[in-house]
Structures are given as structure tokens and as C-alpha cells.
């Protein structure tokens, strides 16, 4: 029904999906979009609202991505499952990606601290002297460890997997997951902005929708007073 009513309704930004999500169509004309679409103004309402079951299901596929692989995401298939979101639909993107926003938000300030510990370790061993470390062993109990002429460092990598690396090799690895951090972080904010545009429009149109339905009654009724 919304391929159907595309002659009335355009994409301000002439784009028609980022990233898998689709634009919102900004309705010009309200009353050749509600006869090519086939709907009443209920029913057109509703459609521009609307939270479907295969839009859930396009969701969950992105949740699996985003647990498999925390500095990268992306939202696919939904053009395979459904070519318009409702208003409800976007905004449940957009608590997904507030969420992996959180996440990488978080992570960026741990990458920069194990970068500063790789470089402190490198700078001590340069000049021969030895790191003083205090460590926590459980909740509340902390140790004093001194590190010298240390070679390598062990990196957690998630799902409880720690690795070995040179100094050299950590620093590489832990400027890549920084920058990888950092772009995905980009993307993220650049999607979370489309998608409130998205909302705006779709929350325009709504309105659009409304109140030609309201200016119609009113017309019907001063036809009939008269």
C-alpha cells in the first residue's frame, strides 16, 4: 500500500535508506496519498505507527551482530522484511542504537587506558626502572606488585579469552580497536540522527494526516448546517 501512494509522498533528503534503515516519505499531498494508498484516515494513522512483527524480527538479527562484534554494527535485511517503518518502529532502532552508542562510549575511555598502561610499561623499561602497580585481586582487596623489564602484556578479548602479546604488538592492537571504536562511534551518531529525522517527518506527516482529516469533518458539518 505505501509503494502505491509514492507519487504523493516524497524523501526530503533524497535518500532512500541508510544503512538498511528506510527513509520516511514526507506525505504532500494527504488526500492523494490516502486514494492511491487505499486508506481511510484510521487506517493510514495506524499504518504510520505501526509496529510489526517482521520489523521485530529484522531487530533480532541486528542484536545478534551487535553481541558478536561490539566495535562494528549494522542494521540489515529490513528492505527484505517490510520497505516502510512506522513511527514505533523507529523509535525501537533507535533504543538499539542508543544502547551499542553506551557501549562504545564506555569502551573508547578503556582502549585509551590500556594504550597509557602499554606506553608506561614501554617508557619504564626504556629507562630501566621498574613499574609499581597497585592491583585488585577480589572486591575491596588490592595488591602491590613491581613490574620489571617486561616484555608483554595480556589482553582480555571477551567471551573470557586473555592473550599474550609483545608491547609492540598490544600498542598496534589497541590503537586499531581505537580507531575502529571511534568510526563505528561516528557512524553511530550519524544513524541516530537520520533516525530522528526520520521520526520528525513521520511525525509530521501524522499531523498532516490529522488534521486534513479534522478540516474534512468540519467542512462536512458546515455543508450540512447550511
Not at 167 to 176: G, I, P, R, S, V
Not at 179 to 190: D, G, M, Q, R, T
Request: charged share 25%; hydrophobic share 45%.
Amino acid at each position: 500500500m505505501a509503494a502505491a501512494a509514492s507519487a504523493s509522498a516524497s524523501t526530503p533528503q533524497g535518500v532512500a535508506e541508510r544503512r538498511g534503515i528506510p527513509a520516511a516519505a514526507f506525505v504532500e499531498d494527504v488526500e492523494a496519498y490516502l486514494r492511491q494508498a487505499g486508506l481511510d484516515v484510521n487506517s493510514a494513522l495506524a499504518f504510520l505507527q505501526e509496529s510489526s512483527l517482521l520489523f521485530l524480527l529484522v531487530i533480532h538479527s541486528c542484536l545478534i551482530l551487535m553481541n558478536g562484534d561490539a566495535l562494528e554494527y549494522r542494521v540489515f535485511g529490513a528492505i527484505e522484511f517490510t520497505s516502510h517503518f512506522g513511527l514505533q518502529q523507529y523509535k525501537i532502532v533507535e533504543m538499539k542504537l542508543l544502547a551499542q552508542q553506551r557501549d562504545l562510549q564506555a569502551k573508547i575511555p578503556d582502549i585509551e587506558k590500556c594504550l597509557d598502561i602499554v606506553a608506561a610499561l614501554q617508557a619504564k623499561k626504556a629507562l630501566g626502572e621498574a613499574l609499581i602497580a597497585d592491583f585488585e585481586l577480589s572486591e575491596g582487596i588490592y595488591s602491590r606488585a613491581k613490574i620489571e623489564d617486561t616484555d608483554s602484556v595480556c589482553l582480555w578479548l571477551g567471551a573470557n579469552v586473555m592473550l599474550e602479546y609483545s608491547c609492540d604488538e598490544a600498542n598496534d592492537l589497541l590503537k586499531k580497536n581505537l580507531e575502529n571504536a571511534k568510526a563505528s562511534l561516528e557512524v553511530l551518531v550519524a544513524d541516530l540522527q537520520f533516525l530522528r529525522d526520520q521520526q520528525t517527518i513521520t511525525q509530521v506527516t501524522i499531523a498532516r494526516v490529522f488534521n486534513w482529516d479534522v478540516h474534512q469533518r468540519r467542512s462536512k458539518q458546515a455543508v450540512k448546517e447550511t
